[in-house]
Structures are given as structure tokens and as C-alpha cells.
């Protein structure tokens, strides 16, 4: 499926929050639902699209929007430590974000975590178990019957789904972590969906998975809390 990247973008920001009637943000799109982040900025090669909290007033938005859509990468880092200094304003988060390739073959390593086998979960994963229905397609690989490397949705809409990896540490280094996300994309594009991924520049194991399955980067996000 070749979709543009500020349409890819667009597809993020549906996925990871739900909107207002003027397509504000409101809340996170996954339980428990909390409060979205005072700013969401997504850059890609085509521009940039913000979009703000329902709590923000309109001034600030204004001001801020025409403020963003005119810098660089250089100011826009500089735009956010302004940002940060307000007292109300206290983290942020930044980092690339992914689609995956077409995903034919999968590991046999990999087990599909469905309702019969779900009690699995319970023991390490119990927020994945307590909301499995949203948290479906899920995929792991077992070690010694424990579950070595998960891979599930973290949030989605109708059309996309972003992914949500995680190998325990005594795990890592054995190729787990891109093993389920390869399964778990697959199963999100036979749905006709688009997989999505992201993480955050500190995080290089995660953007290590998407370089061993040539995810492309689309773009980056910065959420402002």
C-alpha cells in the first residue's frame, strides 16, 4: 500500500488520540482514556501537522500554530524548550515514526495469543489481558512457558493500528522483538489495515526492530504534556 507520508502522519495522530467535533485532542485512545498532551506536533517531508488540546485556549493556539508551521528543525527545538519553561508544561517526547514494509513470512517461533490462549497473559501482561479485545492482534514468542517477547496493538483506529513491542531483558539480543512485530504486522495488513510504528530517539532497541524489518520513517512526532 503506498501511501503519502503527511497521510501516514494523519493516520498517527487518528490512531493514538480521540478528537472533538473540531478535531481537537481529548483523551489518549487506549485505557484508561487519560488526558491527551497540551501540543502534538508530527513532521514529515511534506510539513507539519499540529494539533492541540481541547483545554488549550484559542490565543495560545494561534500564536503557537503560526509559530510552528514557520520553523525549522533547528527552531523547532528551540520552540520547544520555550515551550517547557511555561510553568504548566513539563514533558515531552520525541522520537521517528514507522510504517511497515509488506510482511509475507513470518517466524515459527511466533504463537498468535487468541481467546483460548489469553490466560497466558495474566501472569506478566495483566493490563494487555484485562483489555485483550482492544489489544488484539497479539503475538509472542515463549521461553521455558513464559512469555520471552509480546507484540500487540497499542492503540487503533478502523484504519491503522500502531504496535506495541516488548522483550524482557534476560530475552534480548536473540531477534524476538522484530520476530512479533513481523507476525503482528502481517495480521494488521491482511485486515487491510496500516501498521504503524514509533518510539522515541532514546530508545535504540526499539528503532533497532525497525531497521532489522526496513520499516520506512515517515516522519517525525513531538507530544508536549
Known amino acids: 500500500m503506498n501511501v503519502r507520508d503527511e497521510d501516514l502522519?494523519?493516520?498517527?495522530?487518528?490512531?493514538?488520540?480521540?478528537?472533538?467535533e473540531v478535531g481537537a485532542l481529548t483523551v489518549m485512545n487506549e485505557p484508561p482514556?487519560?488526558?491527551?498532551?497540551?501540543?502534538?506536533?508530527?513532521?514529515?517531508?511534506?510539513?507539519k501537522q499540529t494539533r492541540f488540546s481541547s483545554r488549550v485556549d484559542e490565543v495560545f493556539k494561534k500564536r503557537l500554530e503560526n509559530t510552528i508551521q514557520d520553523a525549522d528543525e533547528d527552531l523547532l527545538v528551540d520552540l520547544i524548550h520555550q515551550l517547557m519553561n511555561r510553568a504548566d508544561l513539563h514533558e515531552f517526547r520525541m522520537g521517528p515514526t514507522y510504517v511497515f514494509p509488506t510482511i509475507e513470512?513470518?517466524?515459527?517461533?511466533?504463537l498468535h495469543v487468541t481467546e483460548q490462549h489469553k490466560e497466558?497473559?495474566?501472569d506478566d501482561f495483566l493490563f494487555t489481558y484485562m483489555n485483550f479485545d482492544m489489544k488484539q492482534p497479539c503475538y509472542v514468542v515463549m521461553e521455558l512457558d513464559r512469555i520471552a517477547s509480546i507484540c500487540c496493538t497499542a492503540r487503533q483506529s478502523a484504519v491503522a493500528a500502531e504496535a506495541s513491542v516488548y522483550t524482557h531483558p534476560k530475552s534480548r539480543g536473540k531477534g524476538y522483538g522484530a520476530a512479533v512485530a513481523q507476525a503482528w504486522a502481517r495480521d494488521v495488513q491482511r485486515q487491510g489495515r496500516v501498521a504503524l510504528y514509533s518510539t522515541t530517539w532514546d530508545n535504540f532497541a526499539s528503532q533497532g526492530i525497525a531497521r532489522t524489518l526496513n520499516m520506512r520513517q515517515y516522519g517525525v512526532d513531538v507530544s508536549i504534556e
Open 33 to 47: 482514556f487519560e488526558p491527551a498532551p497540551t501540543v502534538h506536533i508530527g513532521v514529515t517531508r511534506d510539513g
Open 9 to 20: 502522519m494523519q493516520l498517527h495522530l487518528d490512531v493514538l488520540y480521540q478528537q472533538n
Open 105 to 110: 513470512e513470518i517466524s515459527p517461533k511466533v
Open 120 to 122: 497466558r497473559l495474566k
